[in-house]
């Protein structure tokens, strides 16, 4: 696949969805190679004040989802097809941080790993997330 579009002008132009906003996600950095991004604790609990475990995913899936957009280039999309999460520690203050690498990058399929770390840099969930590329139908 080929990049025509530099990655963070195509992240301002696509937004990063009403969800992630809704959550306080704030990307970092935005390559194909990586991509990071942070989320409050504060917001996005459990009743047990732990970050609540589809909060992990959602983060997971907003940085995996938009990686494998990236690498889709122009006239495509890349859509989730199956996603998983280990979580392994519980934050319960301030943000945590996804940092998400390529597994696998082909023409119809991608991989991705995301790990997310508190702020003490200590892995709190492991999130695996496969896309699946699709021609965009022309109007």
């Known amino acids: 696949m080929t990049q025509t579009t530099d ?3 195509y ?3 696509r937004g990063i969805g009403a969800l992630a906003d809704k959550m306080g996600i704030e990307f970092l950095e935005f ?3 990586r991509s990071v991004a942070k989320m409050p604790v504060e917001g ?3 009743p047990a ?3 609540h475990g589809g909060a992990y995913v959602v983060l997971g899936e907003s940085l995996g989802s938009m990686a494998a ?3 889709a280039g122009e006239g495509r999309l890349a859509v989730g097809i199956e996603i998983n999460a280990t979580h392994t520690r519980s934050a319960t203050s301030g943000w945590v941080t996804g940092v998400c690498t390529p597994i696998h990058l082909g023409r119809t399929l991608t991989t991705h790993e995301i790990a997310v770390t508190d702020e003490e840099g200590r892995r709190c969930s492991t999130i ?4 699946l590329i699709r021609d965009l139908q022309q109007a």
């Open 49 to 51: 004040m732990l970050l």
């Open 31 to 33: 390559s194909v190679e």
């Open 44 to 46: 996005n609990t459990q």
């Open 128 to 131: 695996r997330i496969t896309n």
């Open 11 to 13: 992240l301002l132009a």
């Open 7 to 9: 990655p963070i002008d």
């Open 69 to 71: 957009n990236l690498w």
